[in-house]
């Protein structure tokens, strides 16, 4: 069925007026964005990465908490009483001063306290370079994902640049008479499509900048670096396969760390209820001062004492709560037991990831090649009336499919890169952690 000038003419006009030609040049900051920046910033403004140090410091309170089982005390006290009669200076009103020192000389309880405070810091230590490491990977993670919608924005634009130059080569072919109205409906059409993909890849591109945002507390408005490095360690980095590497990444991730540690402290004070088998033994000595001389006619008096405490039976309650304990010590030590064993799942799971996205990202490459070559070859058959409209629409359909394709296939191989990264225990930024080269973890 033919189409009337008129109906061309009407969707022309709607397309151009709802959906004009959008562009890169949106506002834009002066300052080029890198991933090292983005990661700083994060690290800076993100209130999950400022949370890690505060709960290490409530740590170090309760280590210094314990500690002060160790540690004398110093108490000081005062009377003053107000009586009906006379005292024997004159006075209705008596007064009096103490000063104790108190010193613990055996308390077997404070050690498994102490010792849990301690592998309790260590635990919220690690625990904080963990959360800071999620902080950084989900940032980059990000990072990546702007790059990827800014490209497949920059590739919905060029095909509605080559949409609307077919249409305009359509329109005057079919003005003179060398192409059927059908062939300019189609062109429409195909501007039409190329135009809502315009639209839609500048939404999902402005979502991914928010999110970006988000993680780094500041809102960021581009242009973002592209991280050549991290690129081309994922085309041809990896780590190999050995128990030396699993060791390695053991050792170096925090998460790991953290358990060992939280097992520790569950031990410590699972140990704690036995300790209380043992009496305890604490000094005091006292100054009181007594401005009224009594009978005896001294302002001071001196006192010291030693005290034992022994509790011989206690209803059961340490048992309890050593049978409570052991069994949380126990849990805990089956999470760490866990979490061990799934480093060297993680480690193959990123290898096989990786492995796969390379191929893909490969294969990727291929197909775009040979979609070019062919949305190309297809626009100068058409010109010399040797395709149709609906080839030379399908050709550039193809085209801009396979760059998407290749883009998505780069970001799965990026983030499969950085998962590698992140089971081995380093950073996202393709450099050492801990002391340990790049070489020597990365395998070509």
């Excluded at 704690?272 to 088998?277: G, M």
């Excluded at 405490?309 to 309890?320: M, P, Q, S």
Aim: aromatic content about 4%.
């Amino acid at each position: 069925m033919r189409r009337t000038p008129a109906l061309r003419w009407f969707l022309v006009t709607l397309l151009s007026c709802v959906i004009p030609l959008p562009l890169a040049g949106e506002a834009r900051a002066d300052g080029a964005l890198t991933l090292e920046d983005a990661i700083k910033m994060a690290l800076t403004n993100n209130e999950r990465a400022l949370q890690a140090p505060l709960r290490v410091e409530a740590a170090e309170g309760q280590v210094e908490r314990a500690r002060a089982a160790f540690l004398p005390s110093l108490t000081t006290s005062g009377t003053a009483t107000l009586s009906a009669r006379e005292n024997a200076a004159g006075s209705l009103l008596t007064t009096g001063a103490a000063v104790t020192v108190s010193q613990p000389l055996l308390s077997p309880t404070a050690f498994p306290l102490y010792a849990q405070a301690r592998h309790t810091r260590e635990a919220e230590k690690w625990g904080a370079v963990q959360d800071r490491r999620l902080v950084a990977f989900d940032t980059a993670r990000s990072f990546l994902v702007v790059l990827t919608s800014e490209r497949l924005f920059d590739v919905a634009q060029r095909r509605l640049e080559r949409a609307r130059a077919n249409q305009a080569n359509t329109v005057a072919r079919t003005e003179a008479q060398l192409a059927s109205s059908n062939d300019a409906t189609r062109s429409l059409i195909e501007v039409a499509s190329a135009s809502r993909e315009v639209v839609r890849t500048r939404g999902s591109m402005q979502q991914a900048y928010l999110n970006l945002g988000f993680l780094v507390g500041k809102p960021v408005n581009g242009p973002l670096v592209t991280p050549e490095r991290t690129t081309r360690a994922a085309r041809t980095g990896g780590a190999r396969r050995s128990e030396d590497v699993v060791r390695r990444a053991q050792q170096r991730r925090p998460d790991l760390r953290a358990a060992e540690e939280r097992t520790a402290a569950l031990q410590s004070s699972a140990e704690e209820p036995l300790y209380r088998l043992a009496p305890t033994l604490g000094a005091a000595g006292q100054l009181r001062v007594n401005p009224v001389p009594g009978q005896f006619g001294r302002v001071y008096d001196l006192t010291a004492q030693v005290t034992l405490n022994w509790t011989i039976y206690d209803a059961g309650v340490r048992y309890a709560d050593r049978r409570t304990r052991l069994a949380q010590a126990q849990s805990q030590e089956l999470v760490e037991r866990q979490l061990r064993r799934s480093v060297a799942v993680d480690l193959e799971l990123a290898r096989t990831a990786l492995r796969a996205a390379r191929e893909a990202y490969l294969i990727a490459e291929q197909a775009v090649e040979a979609a070019r070559a062919n949305s190309s070859e297809t626009e100068i058959l058409y010109q010399q009336g040797l395709a149709r409209a609906i080839e030379l629409v399908d050709a550039n359909a193809s085209r801009y499919e396979a760059e998407v394709n290749l883009e998505t296939a780069r970001l799965a191989m990026e983030q499969a890169y950085l998962e590698l990264r992140f089971a081995l225990g380093l950073d996202p930024l393709d450099e050492p952690a801990s002391g340990t080269t790049a070489s020597q973890e990365n395998n070509p």
